[in-house]
């Protein structure tokens, strides 16, 4: 099984930044990328940023592109996310989730697994 254990958040005035940690840890084998996600109150749930496990492909959604940094580290067990230049929308629930897929090396099956979810207020 997998673990996610998020770390980080919190409030922040327009303009100033926040880092959200992930630790992930368990069996990742069938993990093929690490993702950040967040919901804002009355919305679903929308993608934010990932990472690939090999560390060279990342991505962004429009909304953040050029504010937020995904980051991994060596041990690939923990994945952060710097988040500068913040915006009031930028206001919600993060979530990091460990995302398994069939594809990726055998015996494995789409799996996501999901942080408990941090939240992050910026205030205008």
């Known amino acids: 099984q997998v673990q996610v254990v998020q770390s980080g958040g919190g409030s922040v005035e327009t303009g100033g930044s926040l880092r959200l940690s992930c630790v992930v840890s368990g069996d990742t084998t069938c993990i093929y990328r690490m993702s950040w996600y967040r919901q804002s109150e009355g919305e679903g749930r929308k993608f934010v940023s990932f990472?690939?496990?090999?560390?060279?492909?990342?991505n962004y959604a429009a909304s953040v592109k050029g504010r937020f940094t995904i980051s991994q580290d060596n041990t690939k067990t923990t994945v952060d996310l710097q988040m500068n230049s913040l915006k009031p929308e930028d206001t919600a629930e993060y979530y990091c989730a460990a995302e398994g897929r069939a594809w990726y090396a055998e015996g494995c099956s789409d799996l996501n697994t999901w942080g408990q979810g941090t939240l992050v207020t910026v205030s205008s």
């Open positions: 990472i690939s496990r090999d560390g060279r492909t990342s």
